[in-house]
Nanobody, 113 residues
Framework: QAQLVESGGGLVQPGGSLRLSCAAS????????MGWYRQAPGKQRERVAT???????NYADSVKNRFTIIRDNDNSRLYLQMNNLTPEDTGVYYC???????WGQGTQVAVSS
């Protein structure tokens, strides 16, 4: 069964940066679009960014020019570099294979002074 394991969340001040990591099973990473989704307190889950096997990224408008999704196909790892964080970025971040609805357990990101 495919597995996704996230790490790298934490508490950061507004304007700070965090880098999330996702370790994925080889069998799923090699063939599918990968993505990061998030769920803020009291809100529905939303797509943050996705990236194709050929590394073409796509971002939600709210994170463009601040977040970068990175795909390491050789090591089956997905990253999300988050810069200039704001309190609105607070939430649980999930590594996802959207086409087959496989989700990691999530990692908490809190942006607060």
């Amino acid at each position: 069964q495919a597995q996704l394991v996230e790490s790298g969340g934490g508490l950061v001040q507004p304007g700070g940066s965090l880098r999330l990591s996702c370790a994925a099973s080889n069998d799923i990473f090699a063939h599918y679009i990968m993505g990061w989704y998030r769920q803020a307190p009291g809100k529905q889950r939303e797509r943050v960014a996705t990236i194709s096997v050929s590394r073409n990224p796509n971002y939600a408008d709210s994170v463009k020019n601040r977040f970068t999704i990175i795909r390491d196909n050789d090591n089956s790892r997905l990253y999300l570099q988050m810069n200039n964080l704001t309190p609105e970025d607070t939430g649980v971040y999930y590594c996802v294979v959207p086409n087959v609805s496989v989700w990691g357990q999530g990692t908490q990101v809190a942006v607060s002074s």
